[in-house]
């Protein structure tokens, strides 16, 4: 949360900039370590280096965009989860199997260097080329400045009228940490999706007699999350052109929660990876339509707070998630116990989302009045 505020109160440019050149510099500084303690510490440095990023992204994109086209632009940014995780697995590989020595650095030190030095870069980049506020875009014509200034300002006016812009008020509302919720399942099932997958493939060899070199792993582990991106695009835009959230969020995650635990019993491994498949689709389809509901009735400082609460909870499910995972591993000797909770932990955010869904739909049909080039309201700076 508090660095959500200080994006609201120091503006995007800066303090996006200063995410990144600092996460680069710590991912670096792993590079260099010379001992399990210094390897654990630099690892806890990372995350609260990179913390603020993701929910401080989707703020920013609430000044931007109007919210007949949110959703798909949101999913544009979140299709580097996908892309990332499809192209992060074959790349480190590569990079710690055929760069060891390097510099005379292990493999695994010459990959955190690689991935530092490009984050610096773009964070430097962000600070002299990211722009605050539509109304500070010198690259828009005066006209098209205009009319996207005074259609945000309209829409946060209305937002802020109907819903919430102070802290408290955020905090407060229990949509807020219904989301937390939902989006602590979603987070519970890219876990299993990120983490399991790997093994699942790794387990071929043993149930199935396959013998894959460990890039055909790699390149084999790509594949669900090459279609869930594809996924995330069309859902997107789908949600958009409909203009329907609720079922939109709803529906694949609850695709999700079914097809998870169901890849443990497949018989083949296009059977399993078909299923996979389903899951990532389930997966990254509801991202980018969950983080438009926070939009709907939070603004200004209440928007920064509750985005912030809200991705925070979902940051608990990879804390959550390997150790009862693990747990389940130990008691039962199997990945099967631990995949059937994934499921029912998404199956339970899907239903909790529908049930209060009618909460949020008032609030979309409230923000559906046409809006006009109202003057500025006090959060938009």
Known sequence: MPSNLALHRFGARRWIARIMVTWGLVAIGIAFVNGPTTLYIGRILLGVAEAGFFPGVMLYLTWWFPRTVRVRLIGLFMIALPVSSALGAPLSGAIIEYLHGFFGLAGWRVMFLIEGVPTVALGIAAWFYLTDYPRQAQWLTPGEREWLHATMAAEQRDTAESGHTSVRQSLCDARVWVLGFVYFGLGYGLFALSFFLPTIVAGFAESFHTEFSTFQSALIVA??????????????????????????????????????PVAMYMRSPAGAMAIISLTAIGIYA???VFWYLPSTFLT????????????????????????????????????????????????????????????????????ARPTGASPTPRTVP
């Open 300 to 367: 200004g400082p209440a928007a920064a707070s509750g985005i912030a609460v809200v991705n925070t909870m979902g940051a608990a499910a990879g804390f959550a998630a390997p150790y009862l995972t693990g747990w389940l591993l130990d008691l039962t000797g199997t990945s099967k116990a631990g995949l059937w909770v994934v499921g029912v932990v998404m199956f339970a955010s899907a239903i909790v989302l529908l049930a209060f869904g009618r909460r949020f739909r008032a609030q979309s049909t409230a923000e």
């Open 223 to 260: 594949i669900p999350f090459a279609i869930g991106a594809i996924a995330l695009v069309i859902w997107s835009r789908h949600s958009d052109r409909t203009g329907e959230r609720i079922w939109h969020v709803a529906l694949p995650t609850l695709l999700a929660a079914i097809t998870v």
């Open 286 to 288: 509801a991202f980018p």
